[in-house]
């Protein structure tokens, strides 16, 4: 047993936990970052979910999947011929695993850098409190355990894939993201439960790679999160793509026999049969937190096993903070480093800021999906007066010379006082365009305000700028 002291300890180092340690190191508290994520060679591999098995790795496939595709499906538009194109999967997979090792080494030299110290194993927070400071079990890899103090402590444990009773994960036929990332060839037919994002990125992933995909999504509608006007194009895009994506299925059974994973489920028309290679269950993820609370600490958890904190990430319990996919709001990497920033500034006296409703949203499909604010049925349902401004990337010359002339921007902004309430958008590079709209909306900005000012030509970003001025009847090249 050894006991160190430190004015914050962390634990996790995801998005939202390696980014409070860094900030905190900065503010000048001496901060310590435990974490018990373990790498394919064996090692500490510091950013959580998001780093290894999560955001980047699945970005390094999709980008390296769109090449591939775009060999078949769009250089012939260009005048490109190419023939007998092949992928080494032992290569496809390999730099991912290269970018990944590359991401997660580089947090562990920025915690050098800033003077954090890592700790590799299990964190526990502890009831019992000396000389005012918190307590931390770190359990290692060995089982030896180390107690370190703090005078905060920020929990950062961050979320775990929910497991169906009747599909277990078995880490071959049936999987998780991580497994789906890590397929040792491609899967002939690949079953999807679950329309989300993890479940549309890793089918893209996959169909683009010449697997069969059926994606089985519960809910009748299509991304219900999401805008419906966006969802609809989405869907019409994936669907033409060769994405089966059944709405209303409920699956029941999931049994794995020699031929495949056979699947039952049913909807309008009843009970149905499938049989894929392999299953991907992507039904979403839920808050981590198993061993991470001794039973005396005073931490509450939600009912949907969720930390409980107020406006600023503090738990009730002195000292004690909680940040990231652990506690509510939308699990979001970029949520929850800006959580971290702000946790670690409140520590240090400092002015902190997170605002949870200009967080945006970004599924990183073919056509990219993005999305910060109310959705119009929000809107209606909150009696909100609003006006619709709307344009399409099939009139922007940048989206057609690309190739790439899909979906359109949406902008809702308040009746009265035209204040941008939400923009959606779906279609090419989305995922970029959406910041200008984040910006304007944290500075309270108007529709008019993004219409005044001058866009760049040719840009994709002019389909923010007419869609301002379409809420106004306005847009200078569509009818309005």
Known sequence: MSDQQFDVIVIGAGPAGYVAAIRAAQLGLKTACV????????????????????????????????????????????????????????????????????????????????????????????????????????????????????TNVILASGSVPIELPFAKFDGKAIVDNAGALDFTEVPKRLGVIGAGVIGLELGSVWKRMGAEVTVLEA???????????????????????????????????????????????????????????????????????????????????????????????????????????????????????????????????????????????????????????KTEKQLKDEGVPYKVGTFPFAAIGRAVAMNEAIGQVKMLAHAETDRILGVHMVGPGVSELIAECVVAMEFKGSSEDLARIVHAHPTLSEAVHEAALSVDKRAIHKGN
């Open 219 to 373: 809910l009748p509608d299509f991304l219900g999160a999401a805008d419906a006007d966006v969802a609809k194009i989405a869907l019409k895009e994936f669907t033409k793509q060769g994405l089966q994506i059944k709405l209303g299925a409920k699956v029941s059974k999931a049994e794995v026999k020699k031929d495949g994973v056979h699947l039952t489920y049913s909807d309008k028309d009843g009970e149905q049969q499938l049989v894929v290679d392999k299953l991907l269950v992507a039904v979403g993820r839920r808050a981590y937190t198993d061993g991470l609370l001794a039973n005396d600490t005073g931490v509450k958890l939600d009912e949907r096993g969720r930390i409980v904190v107020d406006e600023h990430n503090h738990t009730g319990v002195d000292g004690v903070w909680a940040i990231g996919d652990a506690v509510r709001g939308p699990m979001l990497a970029h949520k929850g480093s800006e959580e971290g920033v702000a946790v670690a500034e409140w520590i240090a006296g400092k002015a902190g800021h997170i605002n949870l409703d200009t967080v945006p949203w970004v599924i990183y499909t073919e056509p990219e999906i993005a999305w910060a604010g």
């Open 35 to 150: 974490d018990d994520f373990t790498g394919k060679d064996g090692k500490q591999a510091l950013g959580g979910t998001c780093l290894n098995v999560g955001c980047i790795p699945s970005k390094a496939l999709l980008d390296s999947s769109r090449q591939f595709w775009n060999i078949s499906h769009n250089f012939p538009v260009h005048g490109i011929s190419v023939e007998g194109a092949k992928v080494d999967l032992g290569t496809f997979i390999g730099r991912k695993d290269k970018i990944v090792k590359q991401f997660t080494g580089g947090i562990g030299q920025l915690f050098k850098a800033n003077k954090v110290t890592a700790f590799y194993g299990k964190g526990k927070l502890l009831g019992s409190k000396t000389g005012g400071s918190n307590q931390v079990e770190v359990t290692g890899k060995d089982g030896s355990k180390q107690t370190l103090s703090a």
